[in-house]
């Protein structure tokens, strides 16, 4: 019989960090270190509990350090296993005679107990309906939902843990840890080599990378910046024109959503009021008291609009800065006054009120003062700062804002942050859609509407500020800056195709197109005999396609444009086109029975008529352009 010699201090508390990443372990061991000076026993059981908490980063099986590659290789694994074991209980449930209905239920509760067992409950429906356990079952057996869960899971637990450790602060790594950049780094490498990949090829003989395409969107962090400064400069146009004030919000976290503070000397220090709440957490208490404070304007009668942006204070709790637009009067009050009271209630004396420097950091107010700059200059440094970092040049740290901007992305995709939100006014969506839609489809007959707004997506550019203005008239065109969405003047066009997806749920309705709604006039045979009665008219809607081209994607440039000829059967030079007509000369008798009075209904295709660049000269290889 061996006897083990006790271990000392120091080697048990080596021992148990041995598991976790070399950047942890020198803070674990400083932390306890500092706490083990103090007092023997409370030093080692705080040490303990810690080590607990990071061990939980574990959760399926991946260690704290895990890389992208174990990641896939890990989720791979799993799906395997719940295919296999399902497998085996479907198969149970059928030699027993159970029904088909019988069977899902009994696979869910399996299902159930395998992730209560790996400490995954939280990835199961909380309610699921019969409906939807079929799909939660085909997900748990999908190598590529794995990959997500792991991935997301993985994340925030970490960036948890390194919060916890104090690797997230000022002077140490702002805003995320070192370890979340360099992974997200990582990331948009491997993205972006995947989008150099795939090869694109449309209908009318086209060719892209995927990467090529992205960078002509909003995924370009560019564009992204010039389309919200854009959509700032309007609402600025629409304020100026009515009247209205304008101010910059700042509103922050209680005291308990922050891990460390900073002291009046500039050092950064643990805060003991700290509660263990997260970035995530932090943000959902910012939403939820954002919308009872707005839920509260709107009983006063006091409506605003404008943008709010999130973005991660040095130790990586989110803090929300806000450009607000709204009448300088509400219900017969001041509304910079009840602006002001509506934050204090809901964003200061609901939680702590009293806390030192509550009333100083917590709420910050600051109107805009139309003389001295405008809404642009006052929002622009935070939406770069967020985004690209272009034009800021050193950040309020003194760090070069390109490189924070890097920071802060890892950090807004670390937490799944949402960073920017508009507030009122029209939504971009319909704006984005009738960008895509070709003013020759739209003639005098069209809604009032439709045709103004397409004016206002293309007015002269010979004037100045042009994309603001555009955006300024097409939010007055759809009901101005408090239209409810139900109200619009011109909303989407979607297509319900009914395609099932890859776990079996129905694939969302998606957008084609615009529709709008009018009235239009119109003279029939009563006009023959009184030929001075002014038109009858008779409300009439248009739903007008957009202008998307049809694609073959793929990898390998061959491959794909094999495919696209095959596909779009690009007719040989000189043949003769088709003389018949897809058109019925009878009278339809709906409408022979229809009254004339009736609302009218009219569907435009789109044109085909691709406004995108052209080809390369001498067109695709192996596809003649049309």
């Not at 201090?9 to 083990?36: G, Y």
């Not at 919000?249 to 997260?278: A, E, I, Y």
Request: glycine share 8%.
């Amino acid at each position: 019989m061996s006897w083990a010699l006790p271990l000392s201090d120091e080697e048990w508390s080596a021992q148990n960090v041995d598991t976790f990443p070399r950047s942890w372990q020198s803070r674990l061991l400083k932390r306890w270190e500092r706490d083990h000076a103090k007092d023997r026993r409370e030093g080692n059981l705080a040490f303990l509990h810690r080590v607990r908490q990071l061990a939980d980063s574990a959760r399926g099986g991946i260690r704290p350090d895990a890389s992208d590659a174990d990641i896939c290789a890990q989720a791979d694994t799993t799906a395997r296993d719940f295919s296999r074991r399902l497998a085996q209980v479907e198969g149970i449930a059928r030699r027993r005679g159970a029904t088909q209905a019988a069977g899902v239920r009994l696979q869910a509760f399996f299902a159930r107990h395998l992730l209560s067992a790996r400490g995954l409950l939280d990835l199961w429906p909380a309610k699921p309906k019969q409906a939807d356990r079929r799909p939660a079952l085909k997900r748990l057996c999908c190598a590529r939902w794995w990959r997500r869960a792991y991935r997301k899971l993985h994340a925030r637990t970490v960036e948890a843990c390194a919060i916890d450790i104090g690797l997230v602060r000022r002077g140490v790594a702002l805003y995320v840890s070192d370890d979340g950049v360099r992974q997200r780094g990582a990331q948009n490498a491997r993205n972006a080599a995947a989008l150099e990949s795939v090869t694109a090829i449309n209908e009318h003989a086209q060719e892209y990378t995927l990467a090529d395409l992205a960078a002509k969107g909003t995924a370009n962090k560019a564009i992204r910046r010039v389309e919200l400064l854009t959509r700032v400069a309007g609402f600025e146009l629409i304020a100026k024109d009515c009247g209205h004030a304008a101010a910059m919000v700042t509103v922050s976290c209680p005291s308990r959503f922050h891990r460390t503070t900073t002291r009046k000397d500039g050092r950064v220090v643990d805060n003991p009021k700290w509660d263990g709440s997260t970035p995530v957490d932090a943000q959902r208490y910012l939403s939820r008291q954002w919308a009872r404070c707005r839920t509260a304007a709107d009983r006063m009668g006091l409506e605003w609009y404008g943008f709010r942006i999130a973005e991660p204070q040095q130790d990586g709790t989110p803090h929300w800065h806000s450009i607000l637009f709204m009448p300088r009067a509400a219900d017969g009050f001041d509304s910079a006054v009840l602006l002001r009271a509506l934050l204090d209630r809901y964003f200061l004396l609901n939680d702590s009120p009293d806390e030192p420097g509550a009333r100083k950091h917590r709420i910050d107010v600051e109107p805009i003062d139309w003389e001295r700059g405008s809404a642009v200059g006052y929002v622009i440094k935070y939406v770069s700062k967020n985004i690209d970092g272009y034009g800021v040049g050193l950040d309020l740290e003194g760090n070069d804002a390109i490189e924070s901007s890097a920071r802060v992305e890892a950090w807004a995709a670390r937490w799944r942050m949402r960073q920017f939100q508009q507030v009122g006014g029209a939504p971009v969506g319909v704006w984005r859609e009738l960008r895509r839609v070709h003013p020759d489809q739209i003639n005098e007959e069209a809604p009032e509407a439709l045709r103004e707004s397409l004016t206002a997506l293309n007015v002269a550019k010979t004037e100045p500020g042009v994309a603001a203005i555009a955006w300024k008239r097409y939010t007055l065109l759809q009901g101005g800056t408090s239209v409810r969405r139900d109200a619009l003047a011109v909303k989407l066009a979607k297509d319900q195709t009914g395609e099932l997806g890859r776990y079996g749920e129905v694939i969302a309705a998606r957008a084609v197109g615009v529709i709008a709604a009018g009235v239009e006039l119109f003279r029939n045979h009563i006009h023959k005999m009184l030929p001075s009665n002014p038109p009858f008219r008779r409300p009439t809607t248009w739903t007008v396609e957009s202008e998307r081209a049809k694609w073959v994607v793929g990898q390998g440039a061959d491959l794909v444009r094999a495919a696209a000829r095959r596909m779009f059967g690009i007719e040989r030079s000189g043949a003769a086109a088709s003389t018949r007509i897809h058109v019925n000369n009878c009278t339809d008798p709906f409408y022979a029975t229809r009254s004339e009075f009736a609302p009218t209904v009219r569907t435009l295709p789109k044109l085909r008529r691709f406004r995108r660049p052209t080809a390369p000269p001498g067109g695709v290889p192996g596809i003649n352009a049309t």
